[in-house]
């Protein structure tokens, strides 16, 4: 298995496990049940995924190859802020 499939799946998997557990998250921000520390551990842990993607795209890609997402930024619709 070469280095770039490797790392791919392992990519995969920690977006699975961080997607399963950001609902949950974000559930206790909005409650105000997430302690700091467990707020700055979530962060540490977003940052090291965003660096993880940022490698993996620097080994499958070449440099000049256009970044094709797969849903546009746009699409993304936030719920508007609870009042009560």
Do not use: Y
């Amino acid at each position: 298995m070469s280095q770039s499939s490797t790392e791919t799946q392992a990519l995969v998997k920690a977006l699975a496990a961080m997607t399963a557990n950001l609902p949950i998250a974000a559930l206790e921000l909005r409650e105000g049940r997430m302690s700091r520390q467990r707020q700055q551990g979530l962060a540490a842990l977003l940052v090291e995924l965003g660096e993880f993607v940022r490698r993996h795209a620097g080994l499958s890609d070449p440099p000049d190859a256009p970044v094709r997402p797969t849903r546009h930024l746009s699409d993304h619709r936030e719920e508007p802020p609870c009042t009560t």
